[in-house]
């Protein structure tokens, strides 16, 4: 019988974020579908607009999600009964305008924001550019803990590591961001008078902290 030993590492980093990621979300009802559909495409243009005054490129503005589905609310019947009833169909729509960590440009998107007219829920991530180096490091370090615990283990068993047998890995999507402010909304009535088209803004994302684990199975002899 194959004497093995099964180990699980776990990496650890602090990355400091160097983009900001400004999600949007625009909802509403219209008793008509097609309503619905145009009322989203002309708030896209809005938005967009938005993005332009404030230095960006519009096109820089995309869509994460979108849906025009049935909206039910829920009423009382002339017995007294609950029961839901059809109230239109609204659209929903996420989008997302991703940019260099920098305070003075987030100011100036989030004062176009208050001031087109929009019925917005805003949402600032901080997060970095480029994550695939930062995985694959933490991966690293990962498998380098499995590596020092197995060694650790086996010495105080008496016994050698071998080969390698197999690698366990869930190799999921890690999402490596700071939440930094959530459900900031602006609305149609939230003009705000001043002198410079732009929020002072003084944020400072704290450093991401992320995770991982490997397991490791190895040979013994």
């Not at 938005?47 to 829920?74: C, I, Q, W």
């Not at 690698?167 to 999507?173: A, C, F, L, T």
């Amino acid at each position: 019988m194959e004497r093995t030993i099964r180990v699980t590492g776990r990496g650890k980093m602090n990355v400091k974020p160097d983009t900001i990621e400004l999600n949007i979300f625009v909802s509403k009802v219209y008793p008509e579908y097609a309503e619905a559909m145009e009322a989203s495409a002309e708030m896209t243009e809005v938005l967009k607009a938005a993005a332009e005054h404030a230095g960006f490129d519009p096109r820089d503005l995309k869509t994460t999600g979108f849906s025009v589905n049935m909206n039910y609310e829920g009423v009382y019947d002339e017995k007294g009964n609950w029961k839901n009833k059809f109230a239109g169909y609204r659209y929903d729509h996420n989008l997302a305008l991703r940019f260099d960590a920098d305070n003075v440009k987030l100011g100036k998107m989030l004062w176009e924001l208050s001031d087109c007219g929009a019925d917005a829920e805003i949402s600032i991530n901080h997060t970095v550019k480029d994550p695939e180096p930062i995985r694959n490091e933490l991966l690293a370090k990962a498998v380098k803990d499995s590596r020092t615990k197995a060694e650790v283990l086996a010495a105080a068993s008496g016994v050698s590591l071998g080969d390698i047998i197999s690698v366990d890995y869930s190799w999921g999507e890690m999402q490596i961001y700071n939440r930094t402010v959530d459900n900031l909304t602006f609305g149609s009535n939230s003009k705000i008078s001043m002198t410079e088209e732009s929020f002072d803004m003084d944020i400072e994302a704290d450093d991401i902290h992320i995770r991982d684990t490997v397991t490791v199975i190895w040979e013994i002899r």
